[in-house]
């Protein structure tokens, strides 16, 4: 699958598009924006997704012709459903589109979503979707409750592989009419009093510069060792927020992903490591941080980022 996809004609490819292409037909230039929507979604952000939940939404969501309204049966749904499903629809709204409604000129997400009805596409996705839960690996559970509102009804599981732009979504970084300009590996949200940090373990020069070239790795299941910023000082700022975590009932969640870039050059995702705790720190710009996860990492990734602590 990975092989169809990296392939592409023109701006765009497929299975859709390479078989037309084969026959020495082209797409017409009306449908050449959804054509290109689709396989941004599939091939930039459902190929590095291993959410079960997440998946199989989109793929109801696609085989009910994209009316969010009536894709799951039953309608008596909590409010806490209703609003994961809600946060799934936005993110789908970003697969595809990547762009804020008002950009598009959509008043309403679910004008963005009627917009991606073509039943030839439709065919690719659910097919392309099935092959992607068929071969998932993963044993995805909620993230532990924290106390924490936003936590503790995100849609988001444990040790699932997200694209960033879906992590973005579900703490309301990005919203249907704002989309978020998140591109450094710390992202307060102010207003649930929660920090996320986003860790890339292997680390090229081509990517990050000298003065992001974070040491982070795994110190046990359970322990991670994470390089603050170059400008966190333990007495002041952000380094003391760190310190006063319990203090100040925040929520820290670490999300972490082997390097950038994958083997097919694929934007990577980051796996959902979960709530951490502050455990201590040692120096000042940057700080090194051990921070206890609230479960222990996959043993997968444990063995990869251990590596890393003899580097």
Not at 5 to 26: H, I, P
Not at 33 to 52: D, K, P, V
Not at 182 to 199: K, P
């Amino acid at each position: 699958m990975e092989d169809i996809y990296k392939v592409k004609v023109g701006k765009f490819g497929g299975w859709t598009t390479l078989l037309a292409a084969s026959k020495g037909a082209e797409i017409i230039s009306d449908d050449e924006e959804l054509y290109t929507a689709y396989y941004r979604a599939i091939n930039n952000r459902l190929m590095n997704c291993t959410s079960l939940s997440y998946l199989r939404f989109i793929k109801a969501l696609c085989d009910n012709n994209f009316l969010i309204t009536d894709t799951f049966e039953g309608t008596s749904q909590s409010n806490s459903s209703s609003e994961q499903q809600q946060i799934f629809a936005l993110m789908c709204h970003y697969d595809f589109w990547d762009k804020t409604g008002k950009q598009l000129g959509f008043d309403k997400l679910t004008e963005s979503l009627a917009a991606l009805k073509n039943t030839t596409l439709q065919n690719e996705l659910s097919e392309a979707i099935s092959i992607l839960i068929e071969r998932l690996d993963v044993s995805e559970f909620s993230i532990p409750l924290v106390g924490n509102n936003k936590v503790d009804t995100s849609p988001l599981n444990m040790h699932v592989r997200y694209p960033k732009e879906h992590i973005l979504v579900a703490f309301g970084d990005s919203t249907f009419t704002k989309k978020s300009s998140s591109r450094e590996g710390v992202l307060h949200i102010a207003d649930a009093n929660i920090e996320l940090l986003f860790v890339t373990l292997n680390k090229c020069e081509k990517q990050f510069s000298a003065t992001t070239m974070y040491h982070d790795y795994a110190i046990s299941p359970t322990l991670f060792h994470w390089q603050t910023q170059n400008s966190a000082k333990p007495n002041s700022g952000r380094g003391l927020g760190y310190i006063k975590q319990k203090e100040n009932k925040k929520t820290f969640l670490l999300f972490v992903r082997e390097q950038a870039k994958d083997e097919n050059g694929r934007t990577m995702g980051f796996v959902n490591f979960g709530p951490v705790d502050f455990v201590k720190y040692e120096g000042s710009q940057p700080m090194n941080i051990t921070w206890k996860l609230r479960h222990p990492m996959p043993a997968y990734l444990w063995h990869e980022t251990a590596k890393l602590a003899v580097g």
